[in-house]
């Protein structure tokens, strides 16, 4: 890790994600988490916040940086929150160990997004639901040819961020439908403002 991604990739991102379109979404859809809950790409703890308080959090995330934010939030708004230091491909837990997964602005930073909606679907409950909010292809061409030029460069300033994964395809894939989906743009530039919300379920 160099020291771009050490030292200044972790402010920067905790900077950016406190945009108040992004916040909007997250009072809105971070409360539909119930029971046992798994948050994946916790990050810097910016969800924390807008959990019911009886719910039981389990935060993945690689960046022992941004969780060191996070445990900040998470002691501040008295939430015991277990912290894991892994990624979101190989989930240290037991098949249907969870009644929710929460994933804000994660899925285009993982490396496998396959592979982690796999392990998701083993963890979850059957009944289980995944409250999601992700930026991603635009549906219009001319931004997605401009999403397509700029995400090499994209994903090195941004800590391996995708500009153009299609998120709702990637769930199809995975075996899971969707119980609500919100598309559209949000506040700033068209190239990277493409969001996906809502809940999936298991098909």
């Known amino acids: 890790m160099g020291i771009y991604e050490k030292y200044f990739l972790p402010k920067l991102l905790n900077?950016?994600?406190k945009a108040p379109a992004l916040n909007a979404l997250r009072k809105k859809l971070v409360p539909l988490a119930e029971g046992h809950v798994l948050e994946i790409?916790?990050?810097?703890?910016?969800?924390?916040?807008?959990?019911?308080?009886?719910?039981h959090i389990t935060g993945l995330d690689p960046s022992l940086e941004l969780?060191?934010?996070a445990k900040e939030v998470a002691l501040k708004e008295n939430i015991d929150v277990e912290f894991l230091s892994v990624?979101?491909?190989?989930?240290?837990?037991?098949?249907?160990?969870?009644d929710s997964v929460?994933?804000?602005?994660?899925?285009?930073?993982?490396?496998?997004?396959v592979s982690a909606l796999a392990e998701i679907r083993?963890?979850?409950?059957?009944v289980g639901k995944v409250i999601f909010a992700e930026h991603g292809v635009s549906p219009d061409d001319h931004i997605a040819r401009w999403q397509a030029r700029l995400n090499p460069?994209?994903?090195?300033?941004?800590?391996?961020?995708?500009?153009?994964?299609?998120?709702?395809?990637?769930?199809?894939?995975?075996?899971?439908?969707?119980?609500?989906?919100?598309?559209?743009?949000?506040?700033?530039p068209k190239f990277a403002t493409y969001n996906y919300r809502g809940v999936a379920t298991i098909s």
């Open 102 to 113: 929460v994933m804000t602005w994660t899925l285009c930073t993982i490396k496998d997004p």
């Open 122 to 126: 083993r963890v979850l409950k059957p």
């Open 153 to 188: 460069v994209w994903k090195v300033i941004g800590g391996g961020c995708h500009l153009n994964r299609r998120i709702e395809e990637l769930y199809l894939v995975s075996g899971f439908g969707f119980e609500q989906i919100d598309r559209g743009y949000l506040e700033g």
């Open 41 to 55: 790409g916790i990050g810097s703890g910016l969800n924390l916040p807008y959990y019911d308080k009886s719910v």
């Open 15 to 17: 900077l950016a994600m």
């Open 67 to 69: 969780q060191l934010y």
């Open 87 to 98: 990624g979101g491909e190989s989930i240290p837990a037991e098949d249907n160990s969870f």
